[in-house]
């Protein structure tokens, strides 16, 4: 999982909730924060791929105009799924909160 801060409310309450269910599915939740940095959510992206993780559940950071490393997420077919910021230029799945 990829988040902007941990701290955000939205993130520390939904986070155990993830956990939990990761973990009775047979998943560990790793958490990377990348403080509302692009370059910060480039690295932890590619570091994520490298560790051959099974999925991919990441929060855009606000900086993010380039999707370059959502596309390469998709192109190794790991699983995406993009949480709270939603990003009009990726097709995957997505969990908002309706407006």
């Known amino acids: 999982m990829v988040v902007p801060k941990i701290t955000y409310s939205l993130y520390s309450q939904a986070i155990?909730?993830?956990v939990d269910v990761s973990e009775r599915h047979?998943?560990?939740l790793?958490?990377?924060q990348t403080d509302d940095s692009y370059e910060?959510?480039?690295?932890?992206?590619?570091s994520l791929l490298s560790?051959?993780?099974s999925g991919i559940i990441?929060?855009?950071s606000a900086n993010t105009?380039?999707?370059?490393?959502?596309h390469r997420i998709q192109n190794k077919n790991v699983p995406l799924v993009l949480f709270n910021r939603d990003c009009e230029?990726?097709?995957?799945?997505?969990v908002t909160i309706d407006k």
């Open 65 to 70: 105009t380039q999707f370059d490393h959502l």
């Open 16 to 18: 155990p909730g993830m």
């Open 26 to 28: 047979g998943y560990q």
């Open 58 to 60: 990441l929060s855009v």
């Open 89 to 94: 230029e990726i097709n995957c799945s997505k």
């Open 51 to 53: 560790s051959r993780v």
């Open 30 to 32: 790793l958490i990377c």
């Open 40 to 46: 910060k959510e480039v690295r932890q992206v590619q």
